[in-house]
């Protein structure tokens, strides 16, 4: 196989990687079903794939000490774990293109291959475009936002938003709003720069509040909060037992999901009648959409660039 200068293919034994997710750009649970229509998008069927045909990509890490240092395909590389632990193969390797990279090139990498296979969310990718800024200004070669804006496919202005978000706002603050499990948009963020920041903290979240979540910002419950969040389990347990009866591994003929709603999942005590309703709709129309394949488009992130 062709190599580029400082760039090699090997198999790689995987308890030879190191891989930190919290460096990874993408937060979150990333085995998570994401509805995707390809299989990087649904962890399980990612891990189905590369148990029937192995490993099709390569990702790539990057010299530490006697191991390897994972720069990017953590999910495969987290699919290819989950295999080894089904097989109770011990000896399971990875393909991997190692890199002689320095820590903002290995930064600049991870940012692309993220981007490239899916947006990444507007709090992730503010810290990540952050930590390379950082990285590129202690290495003397400050890049520019422009620069910064084609490498990853973003708008300059848009790029130039989410510095000045990191920037300008408290780490305490921004770190919330990354871990939120309230969305809370690029511009509410942008709102914030002009805050003092002895303030930020209280009217972020007020921001929180306003959407109907928690003041702390960890994605506790409060309000109608945990009505949105039982909507979402429901639809993804919905759409998980459509693709099962569709694979003919599941009959699933005698679910009504308004009557049989507490067998998929534990319904909030204060629901009323019309708020189980609405979680069942949530199930059904999840679990008729995995039945039949849409080719209708997914819906735009609203903390996207426009």
């Not at 400082?6 to 990687?17: R, V």
């Not at 993220?114 to 952050?130: E, I, Q, S, Y």
């Amino acid at each position: 196989m062709a190599t580029k200068k400082n760039e090699q293919y090997i198999d790689i034994p995987l308890k030879d990687i190191v891989a930190d997710f919290g460096w990874n750009a993408r937060s979150g649970d990333f085995k998570a079903d994401t509805g995707g229509k390809d299989e990087e998008h649904n962890f399980k069927d990612l891990v189905n794939s590369m148990k029937q045909r192995g490993q099709d990509t390569a990702v790539v890490v990057r010299p530490k000490g006697k191991k390897f240092s994972l720069t990017a395909g953590f999910r495969r590389y987290a699919a290819l774990l989950e295999i080894a632990e089904e097989t109770k193969n011990p000896n399971l390797t990875i393909k991997a293109v190692v890199k002689d990279q320095t820590d903002a090139a290995a930064r600049a990498e991870n940012i692309v291959e993220n981007t490239a296979r899916d947006d990444l969310k507007g709090p992730d990718l503010a810290w990540a475009v952050h930590q390379l800024y950082v990285l590129e200004k202690t290495g003397g070669k400050e890049m520019t936002d422009s620069a910064m804006a084609e490498m990853v496919g973003k708008s300059q202005p848009y790029i130039s938003k989410l510095l000045r978000i990191m920037k300008g706002v408290t780490t305490k603050v921004t770190d919330a709003w990354r871990s939120s499990k309230i969305a809370v948009t690029v511009n509410d963020m942008n709102s914030l720069v002009s805050v003092a920041k002895a303030e930020q903290e209280a009217e972020f979240k007020r921001i929180l509040e306003s959407k109907g979540g928690a003041a702390g910002g960890q994605g506790a419950h409060s309000g109608t909060a945990w009505l949105d969040s039982a909507k979402k389990k429901a639809a993804d347990i919905g759409a998980l037992l459509g693709k099962l009866e569709k694979n003919e591994l599941i009959d699933t003929s005698g679910l009504a999901f308004d009557t049989h709603l507490d067998l998929c999942l534990k319904v909030n005590k204060k629901a009323n009648a019309r708020q189980r309703t609405q979680i069942a709709k949530a199930a059904t129309k999840a679990y008729e959409e995995a039945l039949q394949p849409s080719d209708a488009p997914d819906a735009a992130d609203d903390d996207s660039e426009k």
